[in-house]
């Protein structure tokens, strides 16, 4: 049998470790300033987000469901979803970070990027609310 | 365990507890971090691996998983329940060999880091996006954390109820 301490100090050792990943992975700045959306993995569309000069939203609709975007000069965040956790909805405005936008749900993914990815297409402003 | 009435009461004992428990924690709002989450049924989990078993302790999971999709109507989430509560069940099958009473608490840790990354694991087939790993240090300090709290509810727990239990299968 290992002693109690022993397994406290895994279990800290552990912690600390992911402490220190979680760190480096949100410090780190995004490689861009491009928003590019996935959904299924697939590229759907993206927004350059340097050049957004006005503040504008369009609504992305499948099968599942649909997530109301919001894009403001720099940032990017889902202001409004129908599915049922709404976790990206309170994931908030994203701009410079690594992580992405999730929506798992709807299977949408954005991630702000340096180049818009292959295959996505520029959101128009016509589809604006 | 032999007593097949006795047994099967027992396990709808926990499994009742454990769906309890779970329908109270969908009312704490979830955050913004996908897969985040106290995960309070894990409790009944641990207390049950080492008050019945590891397979008893497994049935009653597998129906509360079952059950608990059924009572949210998410049937997405239930994928993301089973293949988190699989990989927590496996972790415990030696773990609860090698741990003493006072360290039931290593065992709910490291299910829920378990737990977690079977979840983020489904989350990478289902989105097929590699980028959902930057949530994986967050889910495992995420998981540390409330492995310990579940943890040690369960450990008191055991040691409140294992009198009860050894007189039931007496």
Known sequence: MMKTKTWAALVGGFLLLSVIAALIVYLRPAPGTVANIYRDGEPLCSVDLSLVTEPYEFTLTDGRGSN????????????????????????????????????????????IEKNAAAGSEAVPDAVSQ | MKNGTKRLTTDALFTAAALGIFVIELQIPSIGIPGVKLGLANIVTVAAAFLIGPWDAGAVLLCRILLAGMFSGQVMALWYSLAGGALCWLTMLPMRKILTAKQIWVMSVIGAVAHNIGQIAVALIVTRTAAILYYLPVLMISGVLAGLFTGFAAQFSVGRLEPVVRKIFR
């Open chain 1, 68 to 111: 109301v975007i919001r894009a403001e000069p720099g940032r990017i965040a889902v202001v409004d979803a129908d599915c049922p956790d709404r976790i990206c909805v309170k994931s908030g405005w994203h701009s410079d970070s690594a992580a992405p936008i999730v929506c798992l749900p709807h299977r949408l993914v954005i991630r």
